[in-house]
């Protein structure tokens, strides 16, 4: 075998390492990618000396190799590609939503502070999840003008790939990946560092909480409950049934009348009796029934 090729899998052995992928992540590897699978097999095998796919399979299939080698492994299958401002209507739906439910509640509860809560579904490396809490400041900001009072917000954000994440805590980022950010948000929210590189400041870091976790396992973890959950570009690499599920889950960590932004086409047919679809032809987002509707 010259060094640039790849050895071939049949059919039946691709079948198993698709099914296994879904199993764990969710992750629904079409035949176009079984390069990328077997490419990152193969970097695979050789760091840890194994023979062959069959090998590797049967150790994964029985639990017996590290966390952070199956981490690695679907670290580089899965798709990480992201950026700021990267869904201009679905963020002005968020912060529409947001400063609407704030001022709701300073009206029906004028001496409780309001907290609001969103949850980044699938962060990568974080730029999601900054994007929504700069655009969180910025409605806070006006209400703090309008309303003359603060809201308390938090975005939670969680991803199952390591690498991503540390990315993500760290926050910075190169110039060229500011391209989107609007110039008053670039000068207010990021610190020029050296080699034009820039760093989300420290009050919108800290604003932010970046945590390991997987789609699959939502049922299995602590119950926190969301105002806003974004999910965008996860569920696209997942089969109909699986995004359902996930759905469903998402949809029971919404608190009552919150809202629930996919990303446009994601989940298709998709019926479920607490959600309301919203009107907009530029989102795919649901609205969850309050206790007094449903
Ligand atoms: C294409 S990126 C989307 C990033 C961001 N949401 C956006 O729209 O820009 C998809 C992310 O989903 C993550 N992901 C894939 N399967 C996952 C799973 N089962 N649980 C949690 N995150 C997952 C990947 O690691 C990747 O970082």
């Not at 052995?13 to 629904?28: I, M, P, S």
């Not at 990618?33 to 050789?46: D, E, G, Y």
Request: aromatic share 10%.
């Amino acid at each position: 075998m010259a060094a640039y090729e790849l050895p071939e899998m049949e059919s039946e052995e691709f079948a198993l390492w698709q099914t296994l992928l879904e199993k764990r992540t969710g992750l629904w590897l079409p035949e176009s990618r079984k390069v990328f699978l077997i490419a990152a097999l193969t970097r695979h095998l050789k760091d840890k000396g194994l023979k062959n796919f069959s090998e590797l399979y049967s150790k994964l299939d029985a639990g017996a190799i590290t966390v952070l080698d199956w981490a690695t492994l679907v670290d580089s299958l899965t798709v990480h590609e992201t950026c700021y401002y990267r869904d201009s209507a679905s963020l002005n739906l968020v912060a529409n939503y947001c400063r609407n439910r704030a001022i709701e509640g300073f009206q029906s509860e004028p001496n409780k502070p309001q907290h609001i809560q969103l949850w980044s579904v699938g962060c990568s490396t974080g730029e999601e999840a900054y994007t929504l809490a700069i655009e969180l400041d910025k409605v806070n900001h006006g209400l703090r003008e309008s309303q003359g009072k603060d809201i308390y917000y938090g975005v939670t954000a969680i991803d199952i790939s390591y690498p991503s994440l540390a990315v993500a805590r760290e926050g910075i980022y190169a110039a060229r990946q500011l391209d989107f950010v609007p110039q008053a948000a670039k000068n207010l929210y990021f610190d020029l560092l050296a080699d034009d590189y820039y760093q989300v400041k420290e009050p919108i870091r800290q604003r932010t909480c970046f945590i390991q976790g997987n789609v699959l396992e939502l049922g299995e973890r602590n119950k926190q409950l969301f105002d806003v959950i974004y999910c965008q570009n996860v569920l696209i690499y997942f089969r109909s049934e699986r995004k359902k599920m996930v759905v469903n889950q998402l949809t029971k960590r919404l608190k009552p009348g919150g809202l629930l932004v996919l990303g446009h086409g994601e989940v298709t047919l998709f019926e479920n009796g607490e959600l309301t679809r919203l009107d907009n032809k530029d989102c795919l987002a649901y609205l969850k029934k309050s206790n007094d509707n449903c």
